[in-house]
């Protein structure tokens, strides 16, 4: 089934061009590296050149295809500049991939000094994400297809706890991607938001405590994307996603009241030298009941 599924995948993407945001590390360096070996020109954007060099040099070395764009997506500027020299460098761009994203897990509680934390969470997550497409958009318009592809995050469907900051820009960027849909429909532009889980990447390092909190690698995450590419389907999201969403829509309440109970029992994380933290039973009971979900 397995095998199947990569031959479609490859049949989508071989000679296709895709343009993958946060492709540094973790999540957008794993799809980039399976688009560029699935046959697609990826285009590599990230703030910092030299680890965008390197990757595309082990890209080419393994037979594929890729080109750098060094950008700082926090800066509307640096993005205006980067898609104009995208934009001149290849004829089309098929897939887009925002990826590129920052995570603050703090209790609205303990933000209320720290407005600077939605500003700067709001500032990459959705506007950074908004301009790109923007830019991008005149071009898949013309050329009447395309696929853009916005990583969310299963926190918009659970109402996850201490990411409230986190949250409200991926699901300001969902409220967007489901009102641009409906616009570029005729236009045979595909929409797609993921609702990543938690995932081992660099992102939630700092937070020790997610050592015993199950978690995706960054392959089973790609598979995701690999998916909406395939599918083409508005929304792609674990079976835990799917039931969280399904919950809060029927029994509101019990959603509250299983993210109130954790948001209780999981601390607080503390700033960057975060000491090492392990789960008491309760703790450990709490999160048998979202098990990892590989699907």
Known sequence: MKKKFEHIFQEKVQGKVALITGASSGIGLTIAKRLAHAGAHVLLVSRTEETLLSIKAEIEQAGGQASVFPCDLNDMEQIDRCSKAILDSVDRVDILINNAGRSIRRAVEESLDRFHDFERTMQLNYFGAVRLVLNLL??????????????????????????????????????????????????????????????????????????????????QAADLIAKAIVTRQKNVATHLGRFASLTYAVLPELNNKLMSIGFHLIPSSTATAEPEQKLTLIQKAYAKLFPEDKK
């Open 138 to 219: 005149p071009h898949l318009i013309k050329s009447k297809h395309g696929h853009i592809i916005n990583i969310s995050s299963i926190g918009v469907l659970v109402n996850a706890t201490r990411f409230s900051a986190y949250v409200a820009s991926k699901a300001a960027l969902d409220a967007f991607s489901r009102c641009l849909a409906a616009e570029v429909h005729r236009h045979k532009i595909a929409i797609t938001s993921v609702y990543m889980p938690l995932v081992r990447t660099p992102m939630i390092a700092p937070t020790k405590i997610y050592k015993y909190v199950p978690t995706l690698s960054t392959e």
